[in-house]
Nanobody, 122 residues
Framework: QVNLVESGGGLVQAGGSLRLSCAAS???????AGWFRQAPGEEREFVAA????????RYADSVKGRFIISRDNAKNMAYLQMNSLKPEDTAFYYC????????????????WGPGTQVTVSS
């Protein structure tokens, strides 16, 4: 069992930056980690994923070049650095974990956090 809790969401102006954090427990070091987001009235969207070693990263085209996923296994933490934020990035963001990176990219991770709100103003 992997337990995940997000933090770092908030309100930021367009062009600004935020860093989301995901505190994990339950064997997280051996799991791939990822981030998803869902805006009101829209489907959940894959954002980014990272292998348990940190050696492989994957990004949705919509955030590539602006967002960076990272992890610190010594602290049982995963992060999503969000730069050059746009109003369309406004969504509820979820941390996720799975043994397989492909399961995260495919939208079916085994574990989810409760989420945190990110709002980007125009």
């Amino acid at each position: 069992q992997v337990n995940l809790v997000e933090s770092g969401g908030g309100l930021v102006q367009a062009g600004g930056s935020l860093r989301l954090s995901c505190a994990a427990s339950g064997g997280f070091i051996t799991y791939a980690a990822g981030w998803f987001r869902q805006a009101p009235g829209e489907e959940r969207e894959f954002v980014a994923a990272i292998s348990w070693t940190g050696g492989i990263t994957r990004y949705a085209d919509s955030v590539k070049g602006r967002f960076i996923i990272s992890r610190d296994n010594a602290k049982n933490m995963a992060y999503l650095q969000m730069n050059s934020l746009k109003p369309e990035d406004t969504a509820f963001y979820y941390c996720a974990a799975d043994l397989a990176v492909d399961s995260i990219v495919g939208g079916i991770p085994d574990y989810w956090g409760p989420g945190t709100q990110v709002t980007v103003s125009s």
